[in-house]
């Protein structure tokens, strides 16, 4: 497997791996995200749509090394987003002031009931952590180191066949 393979796979996994973990503790565990949690998460969604058309772009590697590129900078953009979160939570940078939630239509005392049964999730407050590392400053040690070594490989030039 070449370089720009190994940073095209690496382009789908990390992203969707992330969104699997995040939409799994949301689902599945019961935590509630809150806005920079959602933050986080669109880059994610655009480094994956990006990997897969750097699949459908294998026969021109020029435009698919394009693509691998730019997944691998969404995956650290959610990153840098991640160390912001991760410095809300420890009280280093101000977070999100307003309260946020989304509403559906209906009538307004069916956007009232469901405002008041929204749980307030403030971006300050760690829900979870492992080794003492909030989900956001998981997401961003695995999304820059992640997306450095993407970057790297998409930009490695392959060897010519006679060195």
Same mark, same amino acid.
Request: hydrophobic share 50%; charged share 10%.
């Given at each position: 497997?070449?370089?720009? %393979? ?11 791996? !992330? ?15 809150? %806005? ?30 394009? !693509? ?7 995956? !650290?953009t959610s990153g840098v987003i ?6 809300? %939570? ?65 930009l490695r030039r392959p060897r010519?066949?006679?060195?």
């Amino acid at each position: 497997m070449n370089h720009l %393979e190994k940073a095209r796979v690496l382009a789908l996994l990390v992203p969707v791996a !992330l969104l699997a973990g995040a939409l799994g503790s949301q689902y599945i565990g019961g935590l509630h995200p809150c %806005e920079m949690c959602y933050w986080q998460r669109w880059p994610h969604y655009a480094a994956a749509a990006l990997a897969i058309g750097s699949f459908a772009l294998r026969g021109q590697p020029d435009r698919g090394r394009s !693509l691998v590129w730019l997944a691998g900078l969404a995956i !650290l953009t959610s990153g840098v987003i991640g160390v912001y979160h991760a410095g809300v %939570e420890l009280g280093v940078f101000e977070g999100v002031t307003a309260c946020t939630a989304s509403i559906t239509g209906g009538s307004s005392a069916d956007m009232l009931a469901n405002i008041m049964a929204t749980p307030l999730i403030r971006c300050d407050q760690v829900q979870w952590s492992f080794l003492g590392i909030s989900m956001a400053g998981w997401n961003a040690l695995i999304s820059i180191s992640s997306a450095l070594v993407i970057l790297w490989l998409s930009l490695r030039r392959p060897r010519p066949a006679n060195a």
